[in-house]
């Protein structure tokens, strides 16, 4: 996951300013979303 984001951040920062904001609410969206899901697996054992 790791070198994927840092991919995709590296893409996002080539963008146009105007469409930064788009790229990077959609990055935070679905990581958002991954952690809302790990959390609701509960804790491991």
């Known amino acids: 996951m790791t070198e994927d984001l840092q991919a995709e951040l590296?893409?996002?920062e080539a963008l146009p300013l105007e469409q930064r904001?788009?790229?990077y609410s959609r990055?935070?969206?679905e990581l958002k979303?991954?952690?809302e899901r790990v959390d609701a697996q509960?804790?491991?054992a």
């Open 21 to 23: 904001a788009d790229a």
């Open 27 to 29: 990055v935070y969206d």
């Open 42 to 44: 509960g804790p491991s």
């Open 10 to 12: 590296a893409r996002i």
């Open 33 to 35: 979303t991954r952690l």
